[in-house]
């Protein structure tokens, strides 16, 4: 919450930042490209309107020379704006504009969505459910989407072409770790935030690199 204050952002603004840096840890790419739904409900007169009003904008994040999360944060924050200002005008109508390479395997402009919202826990009469549950929707609009819920839950949908159970599994830990560490030092480089635990540190660091050997003495190297 103080980050938030501090720089007088929003929860979902904070935590696309996140995401994006994720995304950057993870692949390399410094201009990343998230698609975010808007619900375009913003007037009273729309509000009783039968009919899908859901549209879809980019937020194309530069983390390019290893910045501060403070500097990626005030980056989206000030993009975010540019693009909320124009949620209006059709996704439809952005790909005609920009009339990018179109591969029909592929969605224009970004393979990754990022969406928060409320998402009420899952309760069945007699049944406790807790953990992570798997739903086969056939077919996916994105290589990867992530849903997270203001309690705390997520929903992530994936191409299984593309991605494991585990690494998704694994992918969440890793957004949680990077959270903590950006709540504990805003101003540190992307690059440098943690994004393991002291355990896998020192599994990597020490366990698999404790590989010393005895050789004879007559033996020469």
């Known amino acids: ?6 720089r007088d952002v929003s929860l979902i603004m904070a935590s696309l930042a996140v995401f994006q840096v994720l995304l950057y840890r993870y692949t390399g790419a ?5 698609g975010i739904p808007v619900s375009n409900r913003d007037t009273t007169a729309a509000e009783k309107l039968i009919g899908f009003f859901v549209n879809t904008v980019v937020v194309r994040t530069d983390l390019s020379a290893n910045p501060s999360f403070a500097t990626v944060l005030d980056r989206v924050q000030a993009v975010a ?3 909320y200002a124009h ?12 009339k990018p390479h179109r591969d029909s395997s592929r969605n224009p402009l970004f393979q990754i969505t ?12 007699g049944l406790a459910v807790a953990g992570v549950f798997e739903q086969d929707y056939g077919i996916v609009r994105c290589d990867l989407e992530l849903c997270l819920g203001e309690e705390g839950r997520a929903i992530v ?7 494991r159970p585990d690494t998704i599994a694994e992918l969440g830990r890793r957004f949680q770790m990077l959270w903590e560490g950006v709540v504990a030092a805003p101003e540190r480089p992307i690059g440098d935030l943690p994004m ?6 020192h599994n990597i660091t020490v366990e698999w690199n404790d590989t010393a050997a005895r050789h004879g003495a007559d033996r020469c190297i």
């Open 87 to 98: 949620c209006h005008l059709p996704f439809d109508r952005l790909v005609e504009k920009l």
């Open 157 to 163: 949908v994936y191409n299984r072409d593309l991605y």
């Open 196 to 201: 393991m635990s002291e355990a896998e540190q």
């Open 81 to 83: 704006r540019g693009v």
């Open 1 to 6: 919450g103080r980050i938030l204050r501090e």
């Open 30 to 34: 410094s201009d990343v490209n998230c």
């Open 114 to 125: 990022f969406q928060m919202g409320h998402l009420p826990p899952l309760e069945l009469e």
